[in-house]
């Protein structure tokens, strides 16, 4: 008997108010965030904060993509300015929360990380950070300078199309369970000030 698999169907997630919780850090400046006809903006000025959307169930994900421009400055040198705490900013940041073991909740932690816990359905000690147009080479990755439990890809995005929109197309080596999304963009370490956008935010 031959069986066939079904590939499994694009997922689109939903850019609205109603799907994503502001996230802001307790001594940084948030971000100004819209949200207009499917898209999410980031006004950023020296500022950070990001997106939180939770899945009701993990999911196994090995493709992710999306469209997404900027405009404005990001205060970048290069590779190894990129790996340290005053070069970790980036125009658009799409963090994959990877499902993982329960962690021991520390009394003394941020307010925002209880609220990232209270928020999702599953444990996570896990995530990877999707950059695009980053220092590194699309396909190179490195841990980030204030969290071992994180990891930065840089992902490839197509030429312009129209008003500046870029499209990324990222296909993981192997499947990632995934218990939520997060969105971020910030200027606060490099002292940057720009407006970046998504759109079209698919997992497969």
Do not use: C
């Amino acid at each position: 008997m031959l069986l066939l698999s079904h590939p499994v169907k694009a997922e689109q997630v939903v850019l609205d108010q109603l799907h994503f919780d502001h996230i802001k850090f307790k001594r940084v400046k948030p971000n100004t965030v819209t949200f207009h006809d499917g898209t999410i903006s980031f006004e950023v000025n020296e500022t950070a904060s990001f997106m939180l959307h939770a899945f009701e169930d993990a999911r196994s994900v090995s493709r992710v993509a999306f469209d997404w421009k900027a405009n404005g400055k990001l205060n970048k040198r290069d590779v190894e300015h990129e790996t340290t705490r005053k070069g970790d900013d980036a125009w658009l940041r799409v963090g994959l929360i990877l499902k993982g073991e329960p962690q021991l909740l520390d009394p003394l932690v941020p307010s925002w990380v209880k609220q990232v816990r209270n928020t999702l359905k599953y444990p996570s000690d896990e995530m990877v950070y999707l950059v695009p147009d980053a220092r590194h080479a699309p396909g190179k990755s490195w841990p980030s300078p204030f969290s071992k439990q994180i990891r930065m890809i840089s992902v490839a995005s197509s030429t312009e199309k129209e008003n500046g929109w870029r499209s990324v197309n990222y296909v993981s080596p192997q499947p990632l369970q995934v218990i939520g999304i997060w969105l971020m963009a910030d200027g606060d370490n490099t002292q940057s000030s720009f407006r970046s956008s998504i759109r079209k935010l698919q997992v497969q």
